[in-house]
């Protein structure tokens, strides 16, 4: 019988931690630029590696609140199949080689595409007729996703991308948040097993992930709050703000 027995961090480190799960929650209910906070605070904690593994049950509580919140009424099944494939391959590219890729590697990438979808979304909002089939092209979405599958076996750092993908091809804001919610469930789902393989799932995490599970269903009430009451552009727009900004963290720019 594993003993459930929480780690040794001060009272700031738990509040720290609180406050990123409470921001998890927030993202999960469609504001995604804001869930690369939650990668940063738990790296820092627990390490990079070992984060994950912390991080991923706790976004599967996430994705089943927001999925029970939104249903399927919102969703596009369409995108959600078409995107599965490639980013399963990725999760397993990234599940094979995670042990011998560094953190200081793969942060400035997956930093990087969030900055290139972001200059490219901005110019469409811009010029509409600048990049106008390139999103919606089959070798851009398997790229993207292939990549995406590999960056959240690494990180859990997929979900600004996926969300940034959506608004590129002019996806309605309700209907990204509810695209997003079911896609992360059977990804963070599917990550699972490969995740307990390393060993980076146990009793320890565990027990987090359970003092956690008050502020994530906070946060996503907060940000389920929120998300009605903004308009599209401006969805759009924070979209865009918050994953360029969480970008520029992954790249070491501050």
Not at 24 to 52: E, P
Not at 75 to 88: E, F, N, Q, V
Not at 90 to 101: F, N, P, R, T, Y
Not at 115 to 125: F, I, V
Request: charged letters at 10%; one cysteine or more; hydrophobic letters at 55%.
């Amino acid at each position: 019988m594993p003993e459930f027995v929480l780690p040794e961090l001060t009272s700031s480190q738990w509040i720290l931690a609180l406050v990123s799960a409470f921001g998890l929650g927030v993202a999960k209910s469609g504001l995604a630029g804001v869930g690369l906070f939650h990668v940063v605070v738990f790296a820092f904690l627990f390490g990079a590696k070992k984060s994950t593994g912390i991080v991923l049950p706790m976004l599967i509580i996430g994705d089943v609140c927001a999925v029970l919140a939104y249903r399927t009424k919102h969703a596009r099944w369409d995108y959600i199949k078409s995107m599965s494939l490639p980013t399963g391959i990725g999760v397993v590219i990234g599940w094979a080689l995670m042990d011998s890729i560094s953190e200081s590697a793969y942060k400035p990438v997956i930093g990087s595409i969030i900055l290139g979808l972001a200059a490219m979304q901005l110019s469409r909002m811009w010029r509409p007729d600048w990049f106008e089939r390139v999103p919606h092209a089959t070798w851009f979405a398997w790229s993207l996703c292939l990549i995406a599958g590999f960056c959240t076996m690494l990180a859990n750092g997929a979900g600004g991308m996926i969300a940034l993908y959506l608004v590129t091809v002019s996806m309605p804001k309700l209907e990204v948040v509810g695209t997003t919610a079911w896609f992360f469930l059977m990804l963070n789902l599917f990550k699972v097993p490969f995740s307990a393989q390393l060993g980076l799932i146990g009793a320890e995490t565990l027990a987090i992930n359970a003092v956690m599970i008050p502020s994530i269903v906070l946060g996503l009430l907060a940000g389920r709050w929120l998300i009605h009451r903004i308009p599209q552009r401006q969805f759009d727009s924070l979209v865009l703000l918050l994953s360029s900004v969480a970008a520029l963290r992954l790249i070491g720019v501050f």
